[in-house]
């Protein structure tokens, strides 16, 4: 397997690759690159922010994110040309371009609205989180100046390696049994992430693909939400992304949310 350096990185060519920031270790790729994006001059697009250890990885919500030797953490400066309020495409595009890469490796990974990639349990209901996404803009008032796109992969290591307290976790290695090589993997998703991104205006194929590859649509889910929870089912997205939720208090759409699967009623 080729060992993860910045030469690696570097010699992957990728188009989201043409400046690397690697570290052995380091607090957070996310803010590392929310501090290169936003200096002066800040860095192109393409930027990549990655490093072997995260000590203060985070997810939304500032959740902790385990991030050990083993896993491919790294996030993306990226300064798309599309105005602010198309923001949110984003992170839809990228959960269908890392999944779409993570198939291609053997995994059977869904995607859990709005950012989360999920495996199926043993016994068919119990759901691990394999690859989190998390996208956060630096917006102008017409157009944005930069987002920054953080990915943490599960990749080489085992469930009980991530110390996630109280959430269900898997990983590249428990599902496949077997190791991958890092750099291919990297170069897998950052090929599939320059795909979904350069065709970000088509945003309807990029829905069709989410909803193909989801495991949200047409489950009982509640979300918190700005402190108030709701229960219902996720029906579908709307043209922009925000998932419309059935209540008995009629139709809901959510850009933004906590979401839990629930069991189906009668199961």
Do not use: Y
């Not at 609205?113 to 016994?123: E, H, K, R």
């Not at 795909?195 to 918190?224: K, M, P, Q, S, Y």
């Not at 229960?231 to 709307?238: K, M, N």
């Not at 209540?247 to 906590?258: D, I, N, Q």
């Amino acid at each position: 397997m080729t060992g993860l350096s910045k030469e690696a990185v570097e010699n992957l060519g990728s188009p989201l690759a043409v400046q690397v920031d690697f570290h052995e270790e380091i607090g957070s790729t996310q803010e590392r690159a929310r501090e290169l994006a936003g200096g002066t001059p800040g860095v192109p697009h393409g930027t990549i922010i990655i490093s072997k250890v995260q000590k203060g990885g985070r997810g939304r919500l500032a959740r902790r994110w385990g991030s050990p030797p083993g896993g491919l953490w790294f996030s993306l400066v990226l300064r798309p040309q599309i105005p602010s309020h198309l923001a949110p495409r984003i992170t839809q595009a990228a959960a269908v371009g890392i999944a779409k890469a993570l198939w291609g490796f053997g995994a059977e990974v869904r995607i859990k609205w709005p950012n989360d990639l999920l495996v199926a349990g043993s016994d068919g209901t119990a759901e691990g989180k394999i690859c989190g996404i998390l996208a956060e803009a630096g917006a102008g008032q017409r157009h944005l100046d930069f987002v920054v796109l953080g990915v943490g992969v599960n990749a080489n290591l085992d469930p009980e390696d991530l110390d996630v307290p109280d959430r269900e976790v898997a990983t590249l290695r428990s599902e496949l049994g077997r190791g991958v090589d890092l750099v291919e993997l990297l170069d897998a998703i950052l090929s599939r992430l320059n795909d979904e991104l350069e065709r970000i205006e088509d945003f309807g194929a990029i829905l069709d693909d989410w909803r193909a590859l989801n495991c949200t649509l047409g489950r009982l889910v509640r979300v918190e939400r700005f402190g108030e929870v709701l229960e219902g089912r996720a029906a579908d997205l709307t043209p922009e992304g925000a998932l419309l939720l059935e209540t008995p208090e009629g139709a809901v759409e959510l850009f933004e949310g906590e979401v839990e699967h629930l069991r189906q009623r009668g199961a």
